[in-house]
């Protein structure tokens, strides 16, 4: 009885799968013929680059556009939504040159926040702006366009929840989304990383810190969260919690905020 309920749970979130690429507009593998343009209107990270790197960040890009397919559930993709969605992608792995995501196919947009149990975007429940498929969702992410477009428009946040989502699958990168991004860390950084997320995670719990509290839910949402910190406010970290920047630096192999 329990394997017929599980064969049918997995049957229903595989239909559920397919039901929302077949709503896609756009299958096609997109370049924007103004990928400098945008990026250097729209992405800071991208502007604070120097022209040697500039080159190299719209080459991964490219890259980056030719292998992931981005689709809008019920609505139309544009060539912004597309450059930061990669834009979201390289940024953390900037400082690996040969990084590919293997553990992504498909990158959904939906026109809202959505229902992260079922994907719907009406009803109860639409509090889920991003997230990394799991199950029969696996190797896909969906994000909420107006929540991608946010993290780009406001520079002075230190939020932004492309860049959260695919963090999340660099920590999933060693088999597990645990908060200890092994693929990144040298070993020797991996005990002293565990015990810094523990004290601050603590520390975001008592109220103590200026890091946003959905850190505190978990230590996957505490990689994610300061990560968003790291390449979003550099500067910021930097001065408020040194030992995490330079923690940081280790993971991602990247100095922002140095010029």
């Known amino acids: 009885m329990v394997q017929l309920f599980l064969f049918v749970l997995f049957f229903a979130f595989g239909a559920a799968v397919f039901f929302l ?9 997109i370049i924007p013929a103004d990928l400098e343009d945008l990026l250097e209107s729209h992405v800071a990270y991208y502007r604070e680059l120097t022209s040697d790197k500039k080159k190299k960040f719209e080459e991964r890009v490219r890259v980056f556009l030719s292998y992931i397919r981005i689709h809008g559930v019920n609505m139309k993709v544009e060539n ?4 930061l969605v990669a834009s979201s992608a390289i940024i953390p792995v900037f400082g690996f040159e040969d990084w590919r995501y293997f553990n992504l196919k498909d990158v959904l947009l939906y026109g809202d926040r959505f229902n992260a149990e079922d994907y719907a975007v009406t009803g109860d429940g639409r509090n889920t702006l991003g997230m990394v498929g799991d199950g029969p969702m696996q190797r896909m992410m969906i994000l909420s366009k107006p929540a991608l477009r946010q993290g780009f428009i406001n520079e002075t946040q230190k939020v932004n929840t492309g860049i959260h989502e695919f963090v999340h699958l660099l920590d999933k990168a060693d088999g597990a ?7 990144l860390l040298h070993r020797q950084y991996v005990i002293p990383w565990i015990k810094y ?51 940081l630096e280790k993971a991602f192999s990247q100095y922002p905020g140095q010029k």
Not at 80 to 83: A, N
Not at 219 to 238: C, N
């Open 21 to 29: 690429i077949k709503k896609t507009r756009s299958h096609e593998f």
């Open 177 to 183: 989304t645990d908060g200890i991004p092994e693929a």
């Open 80 to 83: 912004l939504d597309r450059v």
């Open 197 to 247: 997320m523990r004290d601050a995670m603590s520390r975001i719990k008592a109220g103590k810190s200026d890091i946003d509290p959905y850190g505190a839910v978990s230590q996957a949402e505490f990689f994610a969260v300061v990560s968003e910190y790291f390449f979003k406010r550099p500067d910021l970290l930097r001065i408020n919690h040194p030992d995490l920047y330079g923690l």
